[in-house]
């Protein structure tokens, strides 16, 4: 039996259906905090009751595509904690300008930023998940900053991002290309070393815990997971999923639509810029600090 047109018809994205889901709540919050006041670095932005159909963005997002498995659900795995659901930018053009808009509102960069510059998906953790190469532990991301937008309304109020400070031959930092950047003493190679020294090896699965710290790390604080709230954060500081398999009951399961900024991005001055050399600025105007001070 042959395809017919109308067999599309309720799959098809449009924007009238992106405009409904993606509603942005007049009464949300937006505001910065930070984890140490003595590092700048640890800036993040928080955003409260972004949408007004969280549940619906939920549900089209479980029903848009199918999911990556991981964590021992498949033979073939990946590093990466959970599954994985790749989500096309052009199923939430509306939602990644919003976020696009966020960086131009609190002066996180002065480079031009579109919405094609996001890389997304919905992640999934749950009750009974494996760990792979202890991917429980600490780690930095290739992209600039991370956008977590959480859409499980049942976490508990300790969910949420872990970040760490690491001690390497009498070095302490948390952003490994601050550090780098400023002439750190110690070769990337021991920082990297350093950083296997906790994992179980390559490839090998236990349960997933989690981390609170230990002789490396030091935790610095936790950016809390709210339901249909946004946290940001500089992917270059060490960091791990605040998940605890013993705060929830056999079944549950915590899902998010992650969004991913890598453009290599000329900082703005503020704990939460981008460190680039290339490309250059897009404007030469003074580099405005985080609250808009020159």
Request: glycine letters at 8%.
């Amino acid at each position: 039996m042959g395809l017919t047109i109308d067999q599309f018809e309720k799959r098809i994205v449009t924007p009238e259906l992106r405009a409904s889901l993606f509603e942005l709540n007049p009464n949300r919050k937006e505001y910065v905090e930070y984890l140490n006041k003595e590092w700048p670095e640890t800036r993040y932005l928080l955003c409260e009751d972004v949408l007004v159909n969280p549940y619906d963005v939920r549900d089209f997002f479980m029903n848009a595509a199918y999911c990556t498995g991981t964590n021992d659900l498949i033979p073939d795995k990946t590093g990466a904690p959970g599954m994985q659901q790749p989500i096309s930018n052009e199923w939430c053009q509306e939602y990644v300008q919003y976020l696009r808009d966020l960086l131009t509102k609190f002066k996180i960069t002065r480079q031009k930023v579109t919405w094609y510059d996001f890389s997304c998906y919905t992640n999934v953790f749950w009750k009974g998940m494996k760990a792979i190469d202890s991917n429980y532990l600490p780690h930095v991301d290739p992209s600039d900053m991370a956008f977590n937008l959480f859409l499980s309304d049942d976490m508990v109020k300790e969910e949420g991002t872990a970040f760490f400070r690491m001690n390497v031959e009498g070095d302490e930092f948390n952003d490994i290309k601050l550090y780098s950047k400023h002439g750190g003493r110690v070769h990337p190679r021991v920082i990297s070393h350093r950083m296997d020294q906790c994992r179980i090896g390559a490839g090998i699965v236990d349960d997933w815990r989690y981390f609170r710290g230990n002789d490396i790390y030091e935790p610095i604080g936790v950016i809390p997971a709210i339901f249909n709230g946004i946290s940001a954060y500089r992917g270059s500081v060490f960091h791990t999923a605040c998940y605890d398999p013993d705060w929830y009951p056999d079944g549950h399961a915590r899902f998010s639509l992650v969004s991913m900024l890598a453009l290599g991005m000329k900082s703005a001055g503020n704990g939460m810029g981008f460190k680039a050399k290339e490309p250059k600025p897009i404007h030469q105007e003074p580099v405005p600090t985080f609250f808009g001070q020159n």
